[in-house]
């Protein structure tokens, strides 16, 4: 299992439920592509943010699995919303924050709001890295 050091400098604001700084033993670093909310047949599923994070924590569980590693090995964190509305931004992350992906974005995380990602009808995707 890795343990991952977590810190908050004292003078910046103390972030809730994450952490600015995230450093992981010297070890093996694992880079996954982003997960899209699309499911086996290559068909992105749903058309509402929660439907696609849905899908989108589903994906990352398996490919956390697939690298036989646990949501609490993620080092970083990148979630993509398509939305500059920030209440559709804070919709997404509750549902990550309420899945079994949640000890993912307790390390370095960012929420970003994006004009277009790379599937037609997507607006979500997460990008993770994880020690393990």
Same mark, same amino acid.
């Given at each position: $299992?890795? *343990?991952?050091? /977590?810190?908050? @400098?004292?003078?910046?604001?103390? #972030?809730? &439920?994450?952490?600015?700084?995230? *450093? =992981? #033993? %010297? ?9 899209? @909310? !699309? ?5 992105? *599923? ?11 924590? %589903?994906?990352? $569980?398996? !490919?956390?699995?697939a %690298? ?12 993509? *919303? !398509? =939305?500059?509305? =920030? ?6 992350? /509750? /549902?990550? $924050?309420?899945?079994?992906l ?10 970003? &709001? !994006?004009? %277009?990602? &790379?599937? /037609? &009808? ?11």
């Amino acid at each position: $299992m890795t *343990v991952l050091e /977590r810190s908050n @400098p004292s003078d910046l604001h103390q #972030p809730d &439920g994450y952490s600015h700084i995230t *450093v =992981s #033993p %010297a070890g093996r670093m694992i880079h996954f592509a982003g997960q899209c @909310p !699309v499911d086996i047949d290559d068909h992105v *599923v749903g058309d509402d943010f929660l439907t696609q994070t849905d899908q989108v924590i %589903a994906n990352c $569980m398996a !490919v956390l699995a697939a %690298a036989e590693v646990k949501p609490d090995a993620v080092v970083r964190s990148l979630v993509y *919303v !398509v =939305s500059g509305d =920030s209440a559709d931004l804070s919709a997404v992350w /509750r /549902r990550l $924050m309420d899945s079994p992906l949640a000890p993912a974005f307790t390390t370095a995380s960012t929420l970003l &709001g !994006v004009t %277009a990602l &790379g599937y /037609r &009808g997507q607006l979500v995707e997460v990008d993770l890295t994880a020690a393990g």
